[in-house]
């Protein structure tokens, strides 16, 4: 249950204190360079900016070119985290702003912005942790075969070894790769995200070539003398439609894609059954090993549970994603929830839930948690609805804690209203809203509430 009445609607603060956090817990939110930055012409193209002109991708038909006008408007945005009172800013690295076609050319310009954003934010007292790839691949990159090549990820370690050498000395904390299990099946498998491709399960290698990409990254930062590297994965409980044989394999199936498919290799050194036949690269032992490598910390999105069954009898369209027939499993709507502007049902105790099977499943091998992003869609300014998804969440995660899980972290998304992918404008996830006719920011009454709950732990 939500504790709706935990929450006063005047105020948008909680009557209830949240319980309390370890001291060193760290609080922190989210965004990404594509989704925030704007500037675009002071960058090379992505495969976001060639996706936003194909019609009809992009529901609202916009596109990111000045999205929050964040290049431009930082030190205002540095001041309301700061002002919010969170230790930490998870941010990205725009790949195509530092090397324009991916390789080769290092845009000093492009540099100099994280190198003022990061100055910027530990003059704040802020940690900054920069995600390295958050969807944005180099067009270039992209029309030489992007993810689906190898070198690729070699591009990539190249890119984050230039990124650790100029912003290394300041940079505490790392993350690699944002959501490889979003970018594979949205973007690659079904067509959905950038790049666009529809190649349904000959989008494997682009998985394997993004955990690559991650392992020869965190050697590369390494090698600058980077430390506390993540990376940050979406998961979900994965629920059976039902106790039939054929909706426990589907549902099986649809876990081992979300929950295991990335997991399993950087935790446990190894591909879930069946899939390094299916993948049939050569070298597979030594790149998982390089995949494997232990990583400080492992990062968690975490945004619902999903009801799986078996194909044939689930909608057509599910989260505004169109679900091909041909896949061998179909989600179900969970009904009796509340759910967001998204239509993303609200279940916060599957938090819990996710939480305890994670450290079930990996056990010792799994590091410390951070969850490195958590949030909703909702509209308005007075959003006392995403009070009580904060709220209902941060319980959950404590429960977890309390039961011995080992979150170290947690980080909202998102710090700002912003362009979200497919859907353009369309969803608002800021605890500050955004007018994008005259890029003002209005903290909305979840900013207030995060603001005090978290004074409140101090
Ligand atoms: C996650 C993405 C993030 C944002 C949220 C709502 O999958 O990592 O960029 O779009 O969903």
């Given at each position: 249950?939500?504790?709706?009445m ?10 209830t ?26 960058r090379?193209?992505?495969v ?23 290049y431009?408007?930082y030190?205002?945005?540095v ?41 910027e ?57 944002n ?137 057509e ?7 091909p ?22 279940v ?74 497919a859907?353009g ?23 207030a ?10």
């Amino acid at each position: 249950m939500i504790p709706r009445m935990a929450v006063s609607a005047s105020t948008g603060t909680s009557s209830t204190a949240l319980p309390r956090f370890p001291g060193d817990f760290l609080w922190g939110v989210s965004t990404s360079a594509h989704q925030i930055e704007g500037a675009a012409e002071l960058r090379g193209r992505s495969v976001w900016d060639a996706f936003a002109t194909m019609p009809g991708r992009v529901k609202d038909g916009s596109t990111a070119d000045v999205a929050c006008d964040h290049y431009h408007r930082y030190r205002e945005d540095v001041a309301l985290i700061r002002d919010l009172g969170v230790g930490a800013y998870r941010f990205s690295v725009s790949w195509p702003r530092v090397q324009p076609t991916g390789a080769g050319q290092v845009s000093e310009r492009g540099l100099d912005f994280y190198d003022r954003l990061v100055d910027e934010l530990c003059a704040a007292g802020v940690r900054p942790v920069p995600t390295l790839f958050h969807w944005d691949t180099p067009l270039v990159l992209e029309e030489t075969g992007g993810w689906r090549r190898r070198d690729t990820a070699e591009r990539f370690a190249q890119y984050a070894a230039v990124v650790a050498e100029r912003i290394g000395d300041r940079v505490p904390t790392w993350i690699t790769l944002n959501e490889p299990a979003e970018h594979t099946l949205l973007g690659h498998a079904l067509g959905e995200h950038a790049p666009g491709h529809r190649l349904l399960f000959d989008a494997l290698p682009v998985a394997h070539h993004q955990l690559l990409g991650h392992g020869l990254a965190v050697q590369a930062l390494r090698a600058a003398g980077a430390g506390h590297i993540g990376i940050a994965n979406s998961h979900g409980p994965t629920w059976a439609a039902s106790d039939e044989p054929a909706d426990r394999e589907a549902a099986d199936f649809y876990d081992l894609l979300l929950n295991r498919l990335f997991a399993d290799p950087l935790l446990l050194g190894r591909y879930p059954d069946g899939i390094a036949e299916i993948l049939d690269t050569p070298g597979l032992d030594a790149d998982l090993k390089l995949i494997s490598a232990p990583l400080d910390w492992y990062g968690i999105n975490y945004y619902q549970p999903t009801l799986v069954g078996a194909p044939g009898a689930g909608p057509e369209e599910f989260s505004g994603v169109h679900i091909p027939p041909e896949l061998p499993f179909a989600p179900r709507e969970i009904e009796g929830r509340p759910r967001t502007d998204f239509g993303w049902p609200v279940v916060p105790e599957a938090f819990t839930e996710l939480l305890l099977d994670f450290r079930d499943r990996y056990a010792d091998r799994l590091p410390p948690l951070i969850v490195t992003e958590n949030g909703c869609s909702y509209e308005g300014i007075d959003d006392q609805r995403r009070i009580a998804f904060l709220d209902g969440h941060l319980r959950s995660l404590h429960r977890a804690l309390a039961a011995g899980v080992d979150v170290r972290g947690y980080f909202v998304w998102s710090l700002l209203d912003n362009f979200e992918w497919a859907e353009g404008y369309r969803q608002r996830f800021g605890l500050v809203h955004v007018d994008y006719a005259t890029l003002e920011r209005t903290p909305k009454a979840s900013y207030a509430w995060l603001r005090e709950a978290l004074r409140a732990q101090r």
